[in-house]
């Protein structure tokens, strides 16, 4: 009989350890089932999927594979973290995004966990004389202050140290950010006569007389919302710190005092482990550049979750996405985090959302105690392994951008967006093809979902680079089904036809009845094709009963009215079936032509 240790936790002692090699033969059964004949490293290559940027995440991850010693976290390289304690001593900065005067609003989030403030300023949000308005009850000394005012970045910073000295809220004390960002006003407008002299005298300024304000922000959600990918986004960020580096040190400052200037925003998606993976890569990438410029240091991060991810349909679904976003921003070691409230795309957020918004960093530090443990990825083969492969993606598209000229000339010629635009077609590719799915829109919509409606947000600055979102395409289609309901009552309808027992035909049933509703389009499984007041028509079975039926019944169907016969599954050559949908299929495409054909514009 075999007595266990004191400890109790060698219950695997007696078997022998598991090889990689044992483990791809098991793999290779599995495939060989599936009718893959392949073995070796083509086996696992066949489990791996095909990141952006040239990147591949593997099915397993061990020991061996390497990555460069992350350090330690407060220390270069800074990958595990831009300070030695993380976020252990009170979680991260909340700081949540006002684009509206409403100092009630501001006042109830502060009062309920936010520990900081992003106001939009100028014409696209607050106006800058409504600042004393919004601030109004605001302890100045307590609640850091972060604006964005685009081209009135002048004005607004000059009001908010006025507001400063009026109520009497010492220097030392001031803490935020006066959020000059040149070069990500330029991204978004096209505006390219941004003077960097305020800039500069701004930045002096917080570096002589207000040691917690800094003076600018590197923001790359411009290049994020353009639909770049995460090396993009970090390239984009990298040539951005380094003009300002440039500009602050040729108006006066030290290489050090320039950079504890700036603080760099990114954007923090549903992938969480490609969000935690690019601000560790982020931190990496930047301490090289000032180990370069000859003062090394770290970098001040602000994540926001993505815009770009959020949907329009079906917004509850944002609160999921933002929570992984938020969860997957506070493990990769943001020092401040932006939760989007769940109707950001639908106009300004009501009460509610922003309470939930708040409220997911709060249970995140709270209740889930994210925030006890320093770099909670550090160690895991994965993530080192991606921050590594993501750092290096990065820092090759920094290059480019240096190569083009610097960020300036890249973003003026066009080139920048040439590339960033390519990116984006790639993923749109995968989009309308269901391969990156969109719950709430592209899968298991919801046709009798209410619109949540939203009093308007100020507009955003436009002239730029282009704002994309995941849900665009589906929208417009939608937004077609919708008009067509307003217009007759009823939406654009097909009929399900259903061939033999539940067992053969309900996995082909709910797929085509997904599909079609993802374009608006109302599926009908019940009656008659004749009652169903639908002019087309999807078979649904298996393989088995299609060779049995499927051409008698498509011929059946031409012949009561149907204008157009659909078959669920792989194509295959089957008389007056006039087209086939199945897992892959360009599902915008065939909606929006399915839409053409039933006159619904």
């Known amino acids: 009989m075999t007595v266990l240790p004191d400890d109790g936790l060698s219950l695997a002692a007696e078997f022998p350890d598991a090889t990689h090699e044992q483990w791809q033969r098991l793999v290779e059964g599995v495939l060989r089932k599936s009718g893959k004949e392949v073995s070796g490293a083509a086996a696992e290559d066949a489990l791996s999927t095909t990141l952006e940027d040239g990147l591949r995440a593997r099915p397993l991850y061990t020991a061996d594979d390497s990555a460069p010693d992350p350090g330690l976290p407060g220390f270069a ?32 989030d502060l009062e309920n966990g936010v520990t900081s403030l992003w106001l939009v300023a100028g014409a696209d949000g607050i106006p800058v004389s409504s600042l004393d308005r919004v601030l109004d009850g605001v302890h100045l000394d307590l609640a850091p ?51 960097f002299a305020p800039v500069a005298a701004l930045a002096g300024l917080c570096t002589e007389e207000y040691p917690g304000l800094r003076a600018l922000t590197v923001d790359a959600l411009p290049y994020h919302e353009a639909g770049g990918s995460a090396a993009q986004e970090l390239g984009s960020s990298l040539a951005t710190g380094v003009a300002y580096l440039r500009e602050l040190t040729e108006a006066g400052l030290t290489v050090q005092q320039a950079a504890a200037q700036l603080e760099f925003r990114y954007a923090a998606t549903a992938d969480q482990f490609l969000t935690i993976a690019k601000l560790r890569a982020a931190r990496r990438l930047w301490a090289r550049v000032t180990e370069v410029c000859g003062a ?81 990825a550090g160690g895991s083969w994965y993530v080192e392994r991606l921050t590594d492969e993501l750092a290096h993606a990065g820092w090759e598209f920094f290059q480019w951008i240096e190569r083009e000229g610097g960020q300036a000339t890249a973003l003026r010629s066009g080139r920048l967006g040439q590339d960033l635009a390519r990116t984006w077609e790639a993923r749109s590719v995968k989009l ?124 059946e169907l031409k012949a009561t009215g149907a204008g157009h016969v659909f078959l669920a599954g792989r194509p295959g050559q089957y008389p007056d079936v006039d087209a086939y949908v199945f897992a892959g299929c360009d599902a915008v495409a065939v909606l929006s032509a399915t839409l053409d054909r039933m006159g619904v514009s």
């Open 432 to 555: 309308a093809k269901r391969r990156e799915p969109v719950t709430g829109v592209s899968e298991f919509p919801n046709l009798a979902e209410r619109l949540v409606e939203r009093a308007p947000a100020p507009v955003p600055p436009s002239g730029g680079l282009p704002r994309v979102r995941r849900d665009e395409a589906f929208e417009a289609l939608r937004a077609r089904s919708d008009a067509h309901l307003a217009a007759t009552g009823y939406r654009p309808r097909i009929f399900l036809a259903a061939l033999g027992p539940a067992a053969a035909h309900t996995a082909r049933l709910t797929f085509a009845s997904n599909l079609f509703q993802a374009g608006g389009i109302e599926p009908v499984t019940e009656g008659a094709f004749e009652d169903s007041g639908a002019t087309e028509v999807c078979l649904c079975s298996s393989d088995t009963l299609y060779e049995e039926r499927a051409a008698e019944v498509a011929g």
């Open 77 to 108: 390289p800074f990958v595990r973290g831009g300070r030695p304690e993380g976020n252990t001593l009170g979680g991260w900065d909340v700081r949540q995004q006002h684009t509206a005067a409403d100092g009630a609003a501001v006042l109830a």
């Open 296 to 376: 090394p240091g770290g970098q001040v991060q602000h994540a926001v979750t993505s815009p770009v991810m959020m949907s329009r349909r079906d917004p509850w679904v944002n609160m999921l996405r933002t929570t992984v976003a938020t969860l997957a921003a506070g493990v990769g070691g943001a020092d401040a985090v932006t939760v989007l409230p769940f109707d950001h795309a639908l106009g300004l957020p009501d009460a509610f959302a922003r309470r939930i918004a708040r409220n997911t960093s709060t249970i995140l530090v709270e209740e889930s105690h994210l925030s006890r443990v320093i770099d909670p």
């Open 145 to 195: 202050v972060v604006l964005d005012a685009g081209r009135e970045v002048e004005p607004a910073a000059r009001e908010l140290l006025r507001l400063y000295q009026e109520r009497g809220v010492a220097k030392e004390a001031a803490r935020g950010n006066l959020g000059a960002d040149p070069l990500g006003h330029e991204a978004r407008t096209g505006d390219a006569g941004f003077d």
